[in-house]
Every structure is written in C-alpha cells, then in structure tokens.
C-alpha cells in the first residue's frame, strides 16, 4: 500500500492545483496537515474516505464580528473504508516572555499567527482483513519539550499489538542556525544551540516505541533543511521504499511517500 504524508500550508493559494494532485495521486491513505475549509469542502467531494480535526485556530485573524478564527485542520483520506475516528486535543501551548515578544513582534509584518485549540486525527480502517491505525498529526512549531510531550499525548492512542501509521509534520529542527527559534519559542539556551540534537532523541522515542522512521535523513523541508515530516509504521509493515516529491504544489514542504507492506 502507498501512504503520503503532506503540510499543504494554510496560506497556499494554490487550491485548485492540490486538490488535482490528490485526486490524481495513487495513494492508498493520505495524511494532511494545515488544510483550510475551502479545500477540505473540496476534498470532500470526491470519493474517498475522508476523516478530520481541528488542528488549530489561528487567533490573530479573527473577525470584526468576535468570531474564533481561520481554523485549520488534520485531515486523513483514505481509498480504505473508515471503521472508527477520533480526535486528539492537545495542550495549550505554554508561553514565556520570550514567546510572547516573537509573536508580538511578527505579528506586526503579519509572518506569524498565535495558535490556539491545537489537535489531531486518527482513524481505523481495513487492509487485508486487520485492522490499521493512521494517525494525521501536526507537532507544534514551538519548541522541543512541547513537541515530545505532544507526542507523548499521541502514544496514548496507540494500541498495543496492533499495526499503526503515524503521518504528519513533526517540526523537528536538524540544521544548526534554525534552531535559535526554540529559544524565541521557550526553550533553554542550549535546546537553541546546533549542539542540542531534537533528532536523536526524538528518533530514541521511536525506536523504544518500535516505530520506524522510512525518511530519516530526508530533507523535505527547505528553508529549515530538516526531515520536518514523517511517515512512521510498526514493526509490522516491511518498508519498500520512501521518498519525497519533486513539486511541492505551492507549499513549504514536499509530499513524502511511502510503498509499505502489511505482515
């Protein structure tokens, strides 16, 4: 079976170009991260399986008449029929001083947006007879403890013995000079420095919890110059192969793909 992973980014104008790709894509599941109304009501429509959450409400965008937001939203589309959903509400995000005077400071030149109402999806669907669970989730861009302890929210989701995709937009930071931004989003100094490596710890967490990273050392993230997203499988798929796609489709990240084999 194929599986994608992709952050489409909410400000990508480029609807109509996504929503052909997807229809076009051979897939067997999709996962989505930062999909706005107009392209899920898209989505929608064409005939698939389609299962989503409220990822997150983007706060400075709030309308004159006190409404809550732009939402955006986890997304999982699937060719597989869909025996079971959920949500997942992570935490507020905790902010400090220093997390506040960034947002404050970009709001100003309108680059960054404060979050709030963060969240996730998952689903059950059937491949061969067994039951599988994907996971559609998107980490916090905000720093290194706030993503282990999302993820850590996600694994309570995860049943034991059973097959388990996790897809989704990690915002784990690799490259050196990035890494600064943890400490504008709360973070000690030294979780800011190219010393402190988010990916081997986070790859730790994987390995304790028998999942297998297909991309790592991929880049699909160009500015960052980081693996930002994943596609993760149990022990019981064998991997084929994994990549990442030329065209990113007016997006900051590249689609990443994987070919998987259920045992």
């Keep these: 079976m194929k599986v994608y992973s992709w952050n489409v980014l909410r400000s990508n104008r480029r609807v109509r170009e996504m929503l052909e790709y997807i229809r076009t894509l051979d897939f067997d599941v999709l ?46 589309v699937s060719r597989h029929e869909i025996t079971n959903h959920h949500k997942i509400e992570f935490p507020e995000l905790l902010r400090t001083f220093n997390s506040n005077l960034f947002e404050f400071g970009f709001s100003l030149i ?24 994907v996971f559609s989730v998107h980490l916090a861009l905000w720093n290194p403890k706030t993503r282990f302890k999302e993820f850590e929210y996600l694994l309570e989701h995860v049943p034991p013995a059973s097959p388990v995709i996790i897809c989704g937009d990690f ?14 989003l709360g973070s000690s100094f030294y979780e800011a420095t190219p010393f402190y490596s988010e990916r081997e710890i986070f790859e730790g967490i994987f390995s304790e919890n028998k999942l297998l990273n297909p991309h790592k050392s991929q880049i699909t993230h160009a500015f960052s110059n980081s693996q930002l997203d994943h596609i993760l499988v149990s022990q019981d798929f064998k991997v084929h192969r994994a990549w990442v796609e030329k065209d990113s489709h007016g997006s900051d990240h590249r689609p990443v793909g994987a070919e998987i084999q259920l045992l």
């Excluded at 979050?115 to 491949?127: E, F, K």
């Design 171 to 184: 915002n784990v930071l690799e490259w050196g000079p990035i890494k600064i931004l943890n400490w504008f």
């Design 110 to 133: 309108k680059k960054w947006e404060s979050m709030s109402n963060l969240g996730s999806v998952y689903v059950d669907i059937l491949v061969d007879g067994k039951n599988v669970r």
């Design 31 to 76: 996962c989505l991260q930062e999909v706005t109304e107009v392209m899920l009501s898209g989505i929608q429509q064409m005939p698939f399986h389609v299962a989503f959450h409220v990822e997150r409400v983007s706060k400075r965008s709030r309308n004159k008449s006190g409404g809550k937001g732009v939402v955006n939203y986890a997304v999982i």
